[in-house]
């Protein structure tokens, strides 16, 4: 069954590094998303991405944030200058098509800022 | 502004007893409604859904939820719960801008099983 895949699972950095989070949707998904989870908080999101350009950013998705499809079946999470507060999980999401309800979810990747 | 709340923050079942996970939902029109289970170490995945039609829903692990429009609720329901059920469940709504572009999510339930 296609899934969503995110790598790493976990990664470690330091406070003022750019970490990249990697993503690859389903391959015939059209509409990519990436949500964060703090540490006992809700699911919260951030960003939602279709053509190639953001469709809609939350407040949380500052300047430090930016996203990219750079090769037609990755979609990252580029966090500039991490902060302590930027720990949390970070969840890749796709969804087909404009008419599917159904957003797939990958199984995160843990981000801890040190 | 589209919210949804999770009232209960830990529940704790006998297996095998009826389970009953509440969700209240605010949104300006019909809403599209999700329930996602997240289990240790794993991602959501989708329990079930509704849009419109039939008030009571079915999902997987047989798992059902009913839309109550006038309570604003979609409380999420499993008559035998299983110890494999034991997993964080979050209740969700659609957000339609241009044909739903984000999921709000409440702040979850997390559910303990006792054998």
């Known amino acids: 069954e296609p899934e969503v895949t995110q790598t790493p699972s976990h990664q470690v950095t330091q406070m003022g590094q750019e970490v990249i989070l990697r993503c690859v949707p389903i391959?015939?998904?059209?509409?990519f998303y990436w949500y964060r989870q703090i540490l006992g908080q809700k699911v919260e999101f951030l960003v939602s991405?279709?053509?190639?350009?953001?469709?809609?950013k939350s407040e949380i998705f500052d300047d430090q944030f930016s996203v990219e499809r750079p090769d037609g079946s990755n979609f990252t999470l580029k966090i500039r200058s991490t902060k302590l507060e930027d720990s949390a999980m970070y969840f890749c999401?796709?969804?087909?098509?404009?008419?599917?309800?159904?957003?797939?979810f990958g199984q995160g990747t843990r981000l801890t800022v040190v | 502004a589209q919210s949804v709340t999770q009232p209960d923050i830990h529940i704790t079942v006998s297996e095998g007893a009826s389970l009953e996970l509440r969700c209240n939902y605010s949104?300006?029109?019909?809403?599209?409604l999700f329930w996602y289970v997240q289990s240790p170490g794993q991602g959501l995945q989708l329990l079930l859904k509704?849009?419109?039609?039939?008030?009571l829903v079915q999902g997987i692990k047989g798992f059902e939820a009913e839309f109550k429009r006038s309570q604003s609720s979609f409380n999420l329901r499993k008559p035998s719960v299983h110890w494999s059920d034991a997993a964080e469940y979050f209740c969700?709504?659609?957000?339609?801008?241009?044909?739903?572009?984000?999921?709000?999510f409440g702040a979850g339930t997390r559910l303990a099983v006792h054998p």
């Open positions: 509704y849009f419109s039609g039939d008030t």
């Open positions: 969700a709504v659609g957000s339609f801008s241009g044909g739903y572009n984000k999921l709000i």
């Open positions: 949104y300006g029109a019909t809403p599209y």
């Open positions: 999401a796709s969804r087909r098509a404009r008419g599917d309800t159904e957003a797939f």
């Open positions: 391959s015939n998904h059209l509409y």
């Open positions: 991405f279709y053509n190639n350009e953001i469709s809609e």
